[in-house]
């Protein structure tokens, strides 16, 4: 069975300094990954996803991840953060040996707080 | 175009008491999603549909939930009697349910409390 690691809970940067969220996942094979990011009382927006190709993902909001294999990781980056990017951030795994990523397994997430 | 439709937005019944949600996915969407949020974690999956076949419903608790979804277009998730432990954010997904088109697309969650 797929899971997801998101080791911080919490994370506090100041406005206009870089970003990084850090997402280690569990699975037999190469999986799909995504970050999804989710606002107060809102559902869950995609920002990027992983299927195959290149590493290195670009999304929107100026978000961008790295699948590394070596290291069971997909990191979220964003290079200079804005006080609306505020939100709980979460990664997901998801099964492809159904042929489709139906099966998403999520991480616990991690809340980010921006200061000004 | 019109993204997934979820009601009600906030639900607040006493334990014991039924309890239904309804989601529209977006149109033309195959496969639809009810997944349960707990307080600081994310969401876990309940059942999932292909149309209106219900093929994935292994973390669902059969004992009191059940769900439907008639013509294969909206879902009813329902709890009948609710616990205290039942309190949650229920979101509803859904996703074209191609191959190469695997995003879920969220709509913004019923909030259940039990009381």
């Known amino acids: 069975a797929q899971s997801v690691t998101q080791p911080d809970i919490h994370i506090t940067v100041s406005e206009g300094a870089s970003l990084e969220l850090r997402c280690n996942y569990s699975y037999g094979a190469t999986p799909y990954l995504f970050w999804y990011v989710q606002s107060p009382g809102q559902g869950l927006q995609l920002l990027l996803k992983y299927f195959s190709g290149d590493t290195l993902v670009q999304g929107i909001k100026g978000f961008e991840a790295e699948f590394k294999r070596s290291q069971s990781s997909f990191n979220l980056r964003k290079p200079s953060v804005h006080w609306s990017d505020a939100a709980e951030y979460f990664c997901?795994?998801?099964?492809?040996?159904?042929?489709?990523?139906?099966?998403?397994?999520f991480g616990t997430g991690t809340r980010l707080q921006v200061t000004l | 175009e019109a993204g997934v439709v979820q009601s009600p937005r906030y639900k607040i019944i006493e334990k014991k008491q039924p309890v239904a949600f309804w989601c529209n996915p977006i149109s033309g969407h195959n496969t639809l999603y009810w997944y349960r949020q707990n307080l600081g974690q994310g969401p876990e999956l309940l059942i999932r549909?292909?149309?209106?076949?219900?093929?994935?419903d292994s973390q669902l608790p059969k004992d009191r939930f059940s769900a439907e979804r008639l013509k294969g277009v909206d879902s009813t998730l329902k709890i009948q009697p609710a616990e205290l432990g039942d309190s949650a954010v229920y979101l509803c997904?859904?996703?074209?349910?191609?191959?190469?088109?695997?995003?879920?697309?969220f709509g913004p969650g019923t909030r259940l409390t039990v009381l």
């Open positions: 549909y292909e149309n209106e076949e219900a093929v994935d």
């Open positions: 997901a795994v998801g099964a492809r040996e159904t042929g489709t990523a139906s099966k998403l397994t």
């Open positions: 997904a859904s996703s074209p349910g191609l191959v190469g088109e695997e995003e879920q697309f």
